[in-house]
Nanobody, 126 residues
């Protein structure tokens, strides 16, 4: 079992920045693990926006956040990070971190994530 706890959400004006953190505990060790950030906008399905593969630190992003968001992992602190810059009102939503053992598919296939955090709210005002 893995427990994930997000933090760092809040309210910011357009153009601002936020850093989301996701601290993992429990049985987190695996040589091949996918880590991801997802977000859900009211009225829409939850979507994956950034993924991180534990082997080599390969990061992938959806086009809407590419160049503005950076996913990384602090292994010493067992924490997944999402640095969000140049935020836009359309980035508002609930952000979730998730993880799962690699299943032979790219982490940005967005399948196989079976542990989820509780979510943290991000609000970007214009």
């Amino acid at each position: 079992q893995v427990q994930l706890v997000e933090s760092g959400g809040g309210s910011v004006q357009a153009g601002g920045s936020l850093r989301l953190s996701c601290t993992a505990s429990g049985d987190t060790y695996s040589s091949r693990t996918c880590w991801g950030w997802f977000r859900q906008i009211p009225g829409k399905e939850r979507e994956g926006i950034a993924s991180f593969f534990s082997v080599g630190g390969l990061a992938r992003y959806v086009d809407s956040v590419k160049g503005r968001f950076t996913i990384s992992r602090d292994n010493a602190k067992n924490t997944l990070l999402l640095d969000m810059n140049n935020l836009k009102p359309e980035d508002s939503g609930t952000y979730y971190c998730a993880t799962g053992s690699w299943r032979g598919k790219p982490c940005d296939d967005w399948s196989g994530y079976n542990y989820w955090g509780q979510g943290t709210q991000v609000t970007v005002s214009s």
